[in-house]
């Protein structure tokens, strides 16, 4: 099966920060990649599909790239409600695996 | 407004089975896979398997093969998972999460996550 390791598995930041976080696929994937975010104590949400694709009504501070085998999320600046944890999925063929999660604290 | 509404908590010793429900609304249950994610308390996501509640299918994860089964009732657009020979590692929050397909601008489908139920704990212990 297809491993996705993520990096950093922790950072510290504060508000107005640039974030980047990274994804990497043990194969390659084209560009079959979801990030979510998910808040203490909620379901995660979807914010990027197919690598790169912003879901609808996610704001624009979000944004995702790579393909193939390495991949990065940007959050352009940092908001309160950012504070949270992020995951990386495939999203072409089962299993739909996910990263191990970065969490985002407050600095 | 589409909901998946969950079962409540779960205590179970070790060795016993537990089964959770989710029931969806809001949609037509049959157009959308169902697909099963647990998180152990202070850990990841891991996705255990997916359902299509048309014909029944399933695909599960190899980690949960031979203990795990997903079924659904179409009559009351339910879907069920079922989790046997519990152990204590099997202590987590347990997800439903509907996939529906969605299309980039290259015309690229994938396979998104895009609703989920509340989550149910499921406790094992002696």
């Known amino acids: 099966d297809i491993q996705m390791t993520q990096s950093p598995l922790s950072l510290s930041a504060s508000v107005g920060d640039r974030v980047t976080i990274t994804c990497r696929a043990s194969?390659?994937?084209?560009?079959?990649l979801n990030w979510y975010r998910q808040k203490p104590g909620k379901a995660p949400e979807l914010l990027i599909y197919a690598a790169s694709s912003l879901q609808s009504g996610v704001p624009s501070r979000f944004s995702g790239s790579g393909s193939g085998t390495d991949f990065t999320l940007t959050i352009s600046s940092l908001q309160p409600e950012d504070f949270a944890t992020y995951y990386c999925q495939r999203s072409n063929n089962a299993p739909l695996t996910f990263g191990a999660g970065t969490k985002v604290a407050i600095k | 407004q589409v909901q998946l509404v969950q079962s409540g908590a779960e205590v179970k010793k070790p060795g016993a089975s537990v089964m959770v429900s989710c029931k969806a609304s809001g949609y037509t249950f049959t157009n959308y896979y169902i697909n099963w994610v647990r998180q152990a308390p202070g850990q990841g996501l891991e996705w255990m398997g997916i359902?299509?509640?048309?014909?029944?299918?399933?695909i599960y994860a190899q980690d949960f093969q031979g203990r795990v089964a997903m079924t659904r009732d179409t009559s009351t657009s339910t879907v069920f998972m079922e989790l046997s020979r519990l152990r204590s590692e099997d202590t987590a929050i347990y997800f439903c999460?509907?996939?529906?397909?969605?299309?980039?601008?290259?015309?690229?489908?994938?396979?998104?996550?895009?609703?989920w139920g509340q989550g149910t704990m499921v406790t094992v212990s002696s």
């Open positions: 194969q390659t994937i084209s560009r079959n």
């Open positions: 359902v299509n509640p048309s014909g029944g299918s399933t």
């Open positions: 999460a509907r996939a529906r397909l969605l299309f980039d601008s290259s015309g690229l489908g994938s396979t998104v996550f895009d609703f």
